[in-house]
C-alpha cells in the first residue's frame, strides 16, 4: 500500500497547530462569551487551557506509539475497538468540517469591514481554494501555515502590546458575578477554542522525527496559544466599556478600533482573515485524514484510502470533506452546528484519557516513545473534567452529539460490522479478566454437589422418555445422590382436590413399580410420588423446595416463537426456582459417551460447565467444547486442563459447518427469553439424534447483573 511522505518538520507541525487553534475561539467566541460570564471570561480562557491538558499529554504518548495518519481515531479504534473507533472517526471528521465552515463565515464579517461582499460567495470561494491547496501536497499546506500564522500572531502581538497601556481596571468589576455556573458554562463554549491543538496527530504520519515532534508540537503549541488567548482577552476587556462587545461578530476589530486607531482595525482585520483561513486549512488537512485512515480499516469504502500519484495526497478523502464544507457553508447555520460539534470535541478527549488507560493497562505491543506524567490522575482528571464541562453544553449540543453518536453506530452496525471483525485493546483485555472470573467460578462448582434431583412428569411421555430423564437425573446426583420421581396432575379449578388425591388407579401403581425397578437398576434411591394440583407450575416449585432438591430434571421441547413471546409456563418455573433447572429436549439418554458443551462465544456458565463434566466421567465419555468464533480460544484451553475429563475444543462455522452429532449437548440457558426469541445466536442442534439439556442455574448461582452485561459488550 502507497504510504504518505514524512516532510512536516517541527516548525510546520507548530504552525499547524497554533493555526488549528487560532481562529474563531478568540475572533469570533470572546463576545459570546462576554455575555454569559462577563469579565471572567479571561479565567475561562485559562480553565479551558488547563482542561485539555490531560488529552494533550495522552494524545502526545498515544501518537509517538503510533504515528500514523487518522490521529484520534487511530487511538480510540485500537484502543476501544471497531464501534467506538467508528464513533471517533466519523464524529470527529464532522467536527472538524464544522469548525472548518465556522472559520471562514467568521472571518468574512471582518473582511466585510474593508468591502461590500457577499458573505456566502466569498467563504465558498475561500474553502474551494484551500481544498485545491490540499490537494497538491501537505509540504504546501505547511509552507503556508506556516506563513500564515507567523502574519497573524504579529498582528495579534501588535495589538496586545499596543492596547495594553490603556487598560482600564474598572472594566474588571464584577468580576465573578455571574458565578462558577457562569464560569463552566463560557469555559464550555470557549473550550472549542483549544480542539485544534491534537489535529497535528491526525496528520502523524507524515511528521518528521513523530517522537520528538509531535509532542513538542502538541505541548508548545498549547502552552503558547493558552498564553496568548488570556493576554488578548485580557486586553480585549480592559479597553472596551463593559457589554460594549458582547454579542459582536467583530470583538477583536471593535477593541483595536479604541485604542489604535484606523490602522490597527487593518491589522487586526488581516490577521482575522489570515487566522480563520489557517484554521479552515489545518481543518481541512486534519479532517481529511480520517476517512482516509478509516478506509484503510475497512470502516469506510476502500475509494477514500486512494493516494495521488502525482501528489502524495488522499484526494478522495480530501475531496469528500471539501464538498461537506462547502455543503456546510451553503446551507446549515453553522455557529449551532459548531457548538454541537464542540460538545462531541469534549466527548472524543474524554475517550482520548480512556484510550490510553486501556492501552497502558492491556497487553498490546505498545512503546510510546514519550510517556504521559502522573498517570492515571491526569487521565482521570481529563475524564471527570470533561463531563462536567459536557454537563454544561446545554441539550441541544448534548442532543447533537447524541445523533451524530447514535449516526456512527448505525453505520457500524450497516456497514462496518458484516466487514471487520476485531477487537481493540481494551475489548481484549476485559476479555480475558471475565474469562479468569468465569475460571474461578468453576474451579469452585462442581455438580457433584447435588445431592438430589426432582425429575418432574408433566406429561405421559412413556418408560423410555422417562428413563431417559432419570438416568440423567441418576448421573447428575451419583455418587450417593437421590432421585425423586413426581408425576403432576393438573385439574380444572371447579375440580377438588381431595376427590382426586384420593383415587389410586392401576396405572399410578405401574408407575411406582417402574420407579421402584428403575432405582434398583440405576443402583440409586428413587422416590415415586404424584401430585395433583390446580397449577401444576407453582407445584413444581413446591415439590423442590419441600424435598431440597439442588436440580430440578423436567422435559422440554424447544418452544414456537408464539409461545416465547405470549409466555410459557416453564419460564416462571426457571425464574422461582430455588436449585437449578435442567430442560431437557428429549431424544434418548442411554450411557452417553460423547459430550459437547455449546456456547454462544462468551465463558461457559459454571453451572453448564460442571453438568457436562459430571455426565462425561459418570459414563466415561469425552467433552467436548463448542463456540461460534475464535473469541474464547485462550479460554477454553485454560478451561480444557482445568477438566477432569478428555476435552476436546470445535468451532462453529458461519456457513453451516459443525462438529458431529454427539449424545448429549449441555447449553446454557438464556438471560431473557423474549431475546432470545428473537435474537438468539446459539447454535441450533441438528434434531432428532441429540438430546440436549439446558441449563438454568438457580438465582443464587447466576452471575451479577452487571458481570452479565459487560460479557454481552466484550463477547
Known sequence: MKGLKRDLGLPAVLAISIGAMIGSGIFILPALALEIAGPAVVLAYLVAGVLV????????????????????????????????????????????????????????????????????????????????????????????????????????????????????????????????????????????????????????????????????????????????????????????????????????????????????????????????VSTANAGILSSSRYPFAMSRDRLVPPSLSAISERFGTPTTAITLTGAVLLALIAFVPILEIAKLASAFQIMVFVLINVALVAFREGDADYDPAFTAPLYPWVQAFGVVSGLVLLSQMGPVALGGAVAITAGSVGWYFLYVRPRVRRNGVATETLRRQVGRDALTEVESASAADAHAALVALTKAVGPERERSLVSLATDVVRPDGRVIVTRFEEIPDQAPLTERATVQSAADRSFESRMAALGEALDVPIEADEVVSHDTKHAIVNVAADHGVDAIVAEHEPLRLRSRLLGDPVDWVVRHAPCDVLLVDNVGYDRPTTVALSGDGRPYPSRAVALAETIAAANDGTLSLWSPDDATTDYRAELSAMLSVPVSVASIRTDGGRPPVPDVLVRPGADHRLRTALLDRRPVVPSPGCTTVTVYPAATRRPPLGRRLLERLVF
Open 53 to 276: 491538558v490531560p488529552a494533550a499529554l495522552s494524545k502526545s504518548e498515544l501518537a509517538t506509539a503510533m504515528p500514523e495518519a487518522g490521529g484520534t481515531y487511530i487511538y480510540i479504534e485500537r484502543g476501544m475497538g471497531p464501534l467506538l473507533g467508528t464513533v471517533a472517526g466519523v464524529g470527529t471528521w464532522f467536527s472538524l468540517s464544522f469548525k472548518g465552515a465556522l472559520a471562514l463565515v467568521g472571518g468574512v464579517p471582518y473582511l466585510l469591514l474593508l468591502f461590500d461582499l457577499p458573505l456566502k460567495p466569498v467563504a465558498l470561494a475561500l474553502a474551494a481554494v484551500l481544498v485545491l491547496v490540499n490537494l497538491v501536497g501537505a509540504k504546501q499546506t505547511g509552507r503556508l501555515q506556516l506563513a500564515i500564522v507567523v502574519v497573524m500572531l504579529f498582528a495579534l502581538g501588535w495589538f496586545a502590546a499596543g492596547s495594553a497601556p490603556q487598560v482600564q481596571s474598572g472594566n474588571y468589576a464584577g468580576f465573578f458575578d455571574a458565578g462558577v455556573g457562569g464560569l463552566l458554562a463560557a469555559t464550555g463554549l470557549v473550550f472549542v477554542s483549544y480542539a485544534g491543538v491534537t489535529k497535528v496527530a491526525s496528520v502523524a504520519e507524515e511528521i518528521e522525527h513523530p517522537g520528538r515532534n509531535i509532542p513538542l508540537g502538541i505541548l508548545g503549541s498549547l502552552a503558547f496559544t493558552t498564553v496568548l488567548y488570556v493576554a488578548v482577552v485580557a486586553v480585549l476587556v480592559g479597553i472596551t466599556e463593559p457589554g460594549s462587545v458582547a454579542g459582536s461578530l467583530t470583538p477583536v476589530a471593535v477593541a483595536a478600533e479604541a485604542t489604535l486607531g484606523r490602522v490597527g482595525v487593518v491589522a487586526v482585520i488581516l490577521a482575522a482573515i489570515l487566522a480563520l
